[in-house]
């Protein structure tokens, strides 16, 4: 079976029109290819290249990792003398991804990545997590090259990177006992060791993925006698320095193939990643953002694989003489999960894009001065990208939760076993609206961009698009949703208290999202017409939500 072959949907996002000017950035005009000998030599190649290594993934995911992952669920990783060991499936699908050579996807050719653009790699990352959400974890950490790449010196790069390819692993610490959705508390020491001319960290991280992994990304504090961000810096430890121990690996719900630590750091070297004091406040926010990207892949990665075996299921299981899928509360059902899922792929592969234009054009700036147009896109692109990625995140993980809950529900009492997958999904789905920045948070992040009417700004730039006379009901019952979402913005604005912002916040958001969510599913339908279903059901899920939320404000402001 194949991950790839098998949903022919996913193709479409290459046909999209800013596919072309992303390749070419990345390929900087297609320079590299008289130097590299796997460059592609133009556009056509370079999806040539994007569409074998997925087909090839999609072999793997379909092959590997899926078969492997009931018995990862079973077995677990565990721990031997402070060290994890992974579940011996874990290790056959480890082998397999870096024989391949799949780790290191978006790395430049130098650093012997496949220097792949945002696209193709957020879409393998999607077909690793439908074939099991736990692994996506180990094999998706290795988003920290991305960090290293971009913020740390000319030495660590060369000293980290090439060893991406060859399977080393990634980890990503953060959290600690008392700083969890507030890093700024974070207080795992680093010292300068005049002595031995490094850093030196102390102190204890918990809940870290991965956390025995070969080379971790730490946020620790550098600056003694501070108590804010300002005083967090970012650093690379590498395992080979046997300074960390894992005291203990968490026995948890779900994603049960990847270990999740608690971590000793007893004065472990390690290097100082950029400037000092910008470890929170630049480092971490660009990591967590190309990381919560990539919890939006393990979202649609999971709730397609539910939705997959609903799908099956509810064709073959017969009850009244008839097959369940003929009775409209399950048709109902499955056809908001696929709809969810196709929005929720819209808006994932129009985060990426907007990433990857904004982020290879600051790569560019390292090397020439911009056109005014250029810098004039960048920023627009970054903006875009800081907006959509919490939005993205918010309801991606939701919707994931959502349709595993449904899977479980077409399956009736079979589902609640554990002979059938939808079980582990269930459990799987779980964490993703928690780490990476819970769905609150999210919505904390997301509730500027309503202020400051970034989502207004992009819905009216929607809403000139030329469409369809087959789609003109679609843009009058979004107009009719954006002026409900306008209503609700200007009803929570006079009420003038930050309180009642917080308290309304998620629904302003959700309001937002279901317009911007069901546009980008419609534009990804105008590529694919298969789409055209999800795009009506999705519609009328959105516009009672949005009626839904903004009754309840009204109330609130009647009061
Ligand atoms: C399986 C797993 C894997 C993980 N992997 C990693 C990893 O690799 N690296 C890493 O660094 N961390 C990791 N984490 C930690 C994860 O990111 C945190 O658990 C998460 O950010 C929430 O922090 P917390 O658990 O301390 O909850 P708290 O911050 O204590 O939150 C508790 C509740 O309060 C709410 N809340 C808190 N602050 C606010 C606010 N300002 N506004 C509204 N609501 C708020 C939260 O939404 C939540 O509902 C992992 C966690 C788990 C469970």
């Given at each position: 079976m194949n991950y790839y072959l098998d949903?022919?949907?996913?193709?479409?996002?290459?046909?999209?029109?800013?596919m072309e000017k992303i390749v070419k950035l990345k390929e900087k005009n297609f320079e590299y290819a008289k130097e590299v000998s796997i460059a592609p030599l133009n556009f056509e190649d370079a999806l040539d290249s994007y569409d074998k290594v997925l087909e090839i993934i999609g072999e793997i995911c379909g092959d590997i990792i899926a078969p492997n992952a009931e018995r990862v669920d079973l077995e677990g990783p565990h721990l031997e003398n402070g060290r994890v060991v992974y579940a011996k499936g874990t290790q056959e699908n480890l082998k397999a991804l870096t024989d391949a050579k799949?780790?290191?996807?978006?790395?430049?050719y130098k650093y012997n990545g496949l220097n792949f653009p945002m696209i193709p790699y957020v879409m393998a990352a999607e077909l690793v997590s439908r074939a099991d959400g736990g692994f996506a974890n180990i094999w998706g950490l290795q988003d920290c090259a991305e960090t290293i790449h971009e913020f740390a010196s000319e030495e660590i790069k060369n000293e980290f990177l090439p060893r991406i390819n060859e399977g080393a692993t990634c980890s990503m610490d953060l959290t600690e006992p008392d700083a969890g959705s507030d890093l700024q508390a974070v207080q795992l020491k680093a010292t300068f060791d005049e002595t031995s001319d490094c850093w030196r960290l102390n102190g204890v991280k918990r809940f870290i993925t991965n956390g025995d992994a070969d080379i971790k990304l730490v946020l620790a504090r550098s600056e003694e006698g501070t108590k804010d961000g300002r005083g967090l810096s970012y650093f690379v430890y590498d395992k080979?320095?046997?300074?960390?121990?894992?005291r203990r690996l968490e026995n948890k719900l779900g994603i049960k193939g990847s270990p999740t630590c608690e971590l000793v750091f007893k004065n472990a070297p390690a290097k100082l990643v950029g400037d000092r004091r910008m470890g929170l406040i630049k480092y971490v926010m660009s990591l967590m953002n190309g990381a919560r990207l990539g919890i939006g892949a393990q979202s649609v990665g999971i709730a397609e694989a539910a939705w997959q075996e609903a799908h099956k299921y509810a064709q073959e299981r017969e009850q009244f003489g008839k097959p369940i899928n003929t009775f409209p509360a399950v048709y109902e059902m499955l056809h908001n999960m696929r709809a969810k899922i196709d929005a929720a792929r819209a808006i994932l592969y129009e985060t990426a894009r907007c990433v990857d234009i904004y982020k290879l054009l600051q790569e560019v700036a390292k090397e020439r001065p911009l056109t005014p147009e250029e810098r004039t896109e960048m920023k627009y692109y970054n903006k875009l990208a800081d907006a959509l990625t919490p939005m993205l995140k918010l309801m991606a993980s939701e919707f994931c939760n959502q349709i595993c809950y449904d899977a479980i529900q077409v399956h009736g009492?079979?589902?609640?076993?554990?002979?059938?997958p939808v079980e582990r999904m269930y459990r799987d789905a779980r964490i993703t609206s928690i780490y990476e920045g819970t769905s609150q948070l999210q919505v904390v992040a997301a509730i500027r961009p309503v202020i400051n009417e970034t989502y207004s700004s992009l819905i009216e730039i929607f809403e000139k698009t030329e469409l369809p006379q087959e789609f003109e009901h679609v843009k009058f019952e979004l107009n009719t949703m954006r002026a409900l979402y306008e209503h609700a913005r200007k009803s929570v604005s006079n009420m003038n208290s930050e309180e009642m912002l917080d308290l309304h916040a998620r629904r302003l958001v959700e309001m937002a999202a279901y317009i911007i969510m069901t546009y980008l599913l419609l534009f990804d339908a105008l590529r694919c017409s298969s789409l055209k279903d999800s795009v009506n059901h999705f519609l009328r899920y959105g516009k009672a939500v949005c009626v839904g939320h903004l009754e309840y404000i009204r109330s609130d402001a009647c009061e």
């Open positions: 949903n022919p949907i996913l193709k479409q996002q290459f046909s999209h029109s800013l799949l780790f290191g996807m978006s790395l430049p080979r320095d046997n300074a960390v121990i894992v009492g079979t589902g609640y076993m554990k002979d059938f």
